[in-house]
């Protein structure tokens, strides 16, 4: 039946996107340095300073609705190697005074956690209850009870999934009322002639240096794709908006001419 070609299609896409990311758990920096020429760590820089994770005492009343007494509980998710749950705790720590907020990075890809683990040995947080790594479908996050979570943060993550709206419905019912979703992904570029460029980069450039630097062609050409199938800044808007959030202003951000995205959406 068509149902039937629909499941094993959307099997397969589960298990292509688990092969791609074991492939690519060891040389995954580089993988983002060559997608993004580097800009990625600028990204989720931006991406962090501007969510504010952490309480601080000094700003807290204006934060109401993130305001928990024992600090943010954020959930990175499809957190993979902690690039994302490392900055948070940072910032938390050293710009709120914030010793409390905790972050749990859940992804569905164990190769890509163990990947998380060896890199946190190198951080102050490797053995604090502050981070923890569960293995979870975004899709179905049974694990985490209702109205539990202040952050829900998800980067180059979503575009991956096989249903984004279920994965979006799931961090609705996870975040706490005031509770914001956060994701940063690739998006599309707003200037033709640089889009053109762009996409010279990307479709020839990238699986080229997939294949010579990490062996691994086709990988790279599937990443490639997932951005290009990724819904526009306003049809991901939409979507947002279709679960339930609200959505401030125009809904997102874009960085760097649109390559990359920033949207968010409160709980209300
Ligand atoms: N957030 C990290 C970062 O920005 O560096 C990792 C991003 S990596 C490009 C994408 C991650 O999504 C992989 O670790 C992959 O295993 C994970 N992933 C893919 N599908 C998933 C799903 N359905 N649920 C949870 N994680 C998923």
Redesign the pocket.
């Known amino acids: 039946t068509h149902f039937g070609f629909e499941t094993v299609a959307e099997a397969m896409k589960e298990q292509k996107?688990g092969a791609v990311?074991s492939s690519v758990a060891s040389s995954y920096d580089t993988m983002?340095d060559l997608m993004s020429l580097g800009i990625h760590r600028l990204w989720?820089d931006h991406f962090v300073r501007n969510l504010n994770p952490g309480r601080n005492p000094l700003t807290a009343p204006s934060q109401s609705s993130l305001s928990s007494e024992q600090g943010w509980h954020i959930l990175d998710?499809?957190?993979?190697?902690g690039?994302?749950a490392f900055r948070m705790l940072d910032h938390a720590s050293t710009i709120n005074n914030d010793a409390h907020t905790r972050v749990t990075v859940?992804?569905?890809?164990p190769h890509?956690l163990e990947e998380g683990k060896k890199r946190a040995i190198a951080t102050p947080y490797a053995r604090s209850p502050r981070l923890k790594f569960v293995e979870?479908?975004?899709?179905k996050l049974d694990m985490i009870p209702d109205s539990s979570i202040d952050l829900y943060t998800v980067?180059?993550?979503i575009r991956?999934?096989t249903h984004k709206d279920a994965a979006i419905r799931e961090a609705f019912r996870v975040l706490k009322p005031g509770g914001v979703f956060a994701c940063l992904e690739f998006s599309k570029v707003n200037n033709s002639i640089f889009d053109a460029v762009y996409k010279r980069w990307s479709f020839g450039a990238i699986p080229l240096i997939g294949q010579v630097v990490a062996g691994d062609r086709d990988s790279y050409q599937y990443l490639v794709e997932s951005i290009e199938k990724f819904p526009s800044q306003t049809e991901f808007r939409d979507m947002i908006k279709e679960a339930g959030f609200l959505v401030p202003g125009q809904g997102w951000e874009d960085l760097t001419g649109g390559i990359a995205a920033i949207h968010k959406g409160v709980k209300p």
């Open positions: 996107v990311f983002n989720k998710i499809a957190g993979g190697t690039d994302i859940a992804d569905i890809n890509m979870a479908n975004a899709e980067a180059f993550g991956n999934f």
